[in-house]
């Protein structure tokens, strides 16, 4: 996660939940408060070494790949999940975090036990995640039926290995179905790789 706009949201995160000011975060870094100001508004990104810097203070050098991935997930405000290989959720962003959530509302619709129409589509997906060769991105879009009007539940998914275990990152939606979007039933496909999905998983190989 060493894109500057993503850490420095970490690094506000980090700081906001453990009630630390500003000019502490500062001192640790070796910059002007003022500086710690504009990296988390956003008026200026930090340099490799400030974000090697940064890196350090959020996770230091015993934080694993993994480790960082899922805290990345836990602290994004994007609508992530985080699966492992036996499809158990590690961790959610911020979106899927409040009562209520969509995931919560929705998330039967990706899963197979309750929605049986998926397995046939979900072939690619428990295969590349059985053995992930390089980088697989694939395209769900599972069509549902919520208070009389169609649905349409997207996810994007990104699967690959991270200290040689398969993790899946996905960036899931849901939402009310337009009429060139209707689908009767289940679809999946392999993205591009200059797809904009591939974001997440260009995302993942620059912080691992």
Same mark, same amino acid.
């Given at each position: ?7 420095c ?5 980090? !700081?906001i939940?453990?009630?630390i000011?500003q000019q502490?975060i500062?001192?640790?870094? $070796?910059?002007?408060?003022? /500086?710690?100001?504009?990296w988390?508004? $956003? ?10 810097? #940064? ?11 993994? /480790?960082?991935? #899922? ?11 985080l #699966?492992?290989?036996?499809? /158990?959720?590690?961790?959610?962003g ?12 929705f ?10 129409e998926? !397995? ?8 590349a ?21 169609p649905?349409?539940?997207i ?15 996905a960036d #899931? ?11 009767s039933?289940?679809?999946?496909? !392999?993205?591009p ?11 993942? !190989?620059?912080?691992?």
């Amino acid at each position: 996660m060493n894109q500057p706009h993503e850490i420095c949201v970490a690094l506000r995160s980090y !700081r906001i939940k453990a009630r630390i000011k500003q000019q502490v975060i500062a001192q640790a870094l $070796g910059v002007a408060q003022s /500086q710690i100001s504009r990296w988390e508004s $956003g008026r200026e990104i930090p340099r490799p070494h400030n974000i090697e810097a #940064i890196r350090l203070l959020l996770w230091g050098d015993a934080a694993t790949p993994l /480790q960082s991935l #899922i805290y990345f997930v836990r602290t994004s405000a994007l609508p992530l999940v985080l #699966i492992d290989q036996s499809r /158990q959720l590690l961790a959610s962003g911020l979106p899927f975090q409040v009562p209520g959530n969509d995931l919560e509302r929705f998330g039967w619709v990706f899963d197979e036990a309750t929605n049986p129409e998926l !397995r046939e589509a979900h072939g690619p997906y428990r295969e590349a995640l059985a053995d992930p060769r390089g980088i697989v991105g694939l395209e769900l879009r599972v069509p549902f039926e919520y208070q009389g009007e169609p649905w349409i539940g997207i996810s994007h998914k990104t699967i690959y290995a991270i200290d040689g275990k398969p993790i899946c990152l996905a960036d #899931i939606r849901f939402m009310r179905a337009a009429n060139g979007n209707q689908i009767s039933r289940p679809t999946m496909r !392999r993205l591009p790789a200059n797809h904009p999905a591939d974001a997440l998983s260009s995302l993942a !190989r620059r912080e691992h």
